[in-house]
């Protein structure tokens, strides 16, 4: 059974030309696009959408790196999708990520790593609903 997940291309990706060719990695690995926005969001927007990591040290940083510049929003299709997205994504530190994934790739460092996916079902459903409304 196909499953939806959600990808979010970060603006270090953009300011380094990175979007088109992460893009291809993921439509080569089977996923289906499903839904896709182009924006740049607002640290008010970016606070709302971390909001799980409110209490860490790294929530105002990471706001304000997000609401930098643009960001690609997707809805994937495929089965396994959220953990295959996960795989294909690598760890959130490049220098950890496994080689042949995109944060291995072309991530900088923990948070210039390129991309966002979900990492569970109910983060999944949260975030496509946060950008896209009446997908599900």
Do not use: W
Request: net charge neutral.
């Amino acid at each position: 059974m196909k499953e939806k997940t959600f990808c979010l291309i970060k603006p270090d990706a953009f300011e380094r030309k990175l979007v088109g060719k992460i893009l291809n990695i993921v439509e080569a690995h089977g996923f289906e696009f499903v839904a896709m926005r182009f924006l740049h969001l607002s640290e008010k927007e970016a606070e709302q959408f971390y909001i799980v990591h409110k209490d860490k040290d790294f929530y105002h940083p990471l706001c304000k790196y997000m609401s930098s510049g643009p960001v690609l929003c997707l809805v994937l299709e495929k089965e396994n999708a959220i953990h295959d997205l996960r795989e294909l994504m690598g760890s959130t530190d490049p220098n950890k990520a496994n080689e042949g994934t995109i944060r291995n790739m072309f991530g900088m460092d923990i948070r210039h790593n390129s991309i966002h996916g979900a990492d569970s079902p109910e983060s999944a459903k949260r975030e496509i609903i946060f950008f896209f409304k009446g997908i599900l």
